[in-house]
């Protein structure tokens, strides 16, 4: 099952994104469903409101620590002890981002 990208209210029109540099700032949640997939779950640009995804720091919320694999646009999950949340698990679980791009 596919992550819920969501941008916090102020960045949702284009006058009230930040500016950092030559790109464009984004923030918000990333809801995991039902089913996270092993090797993360495929992120892109369109999902941030981007044309490119330059970089994605993502932030844990709780027992679950998140990690963004660039090379392969994805985000993965991993529990406290550092391995990765099993295949077919529900975590249930939102996680805070800040996505930059263009």
Do not use: W
């Not at 700032?25 to 779950?41: H, K, L, M, N, S």
């Not at 660039?70 to 002890?81: C, E, M, Q, S, W």
Request: aromatic share 6%; glycine share 12%; charged share 25%.
């Amino acid at each position: 099952m596919a992550v819920t990208v969501t941008a916090d209210a102020d960045v949702l029109t284009k006058a009230k994104r930040h500016v950092v540099g030559d790109e464009v700032e984004v923030r918000g949640t990333i809801a995991f469903g039902a089913g996270y997939p092993t090797g993360g779950e495929p992120v892109t640009a369109s999902q941030f409101g981007l044309q490119r995804l330059n970089d994605l720091l993502v932030f844990p919320t709780g027992g679950e620590d998140p990690s963004f694999d660039k090379a392969n646009g994805k985000v993965k999950l991993f529990t406290a002890d550092g391995t990765e949340a099993v295949n077919a698990s529900n975590p249930a679980v939102s996680v805070r981002f800040v996505a930059r791009g263009r």
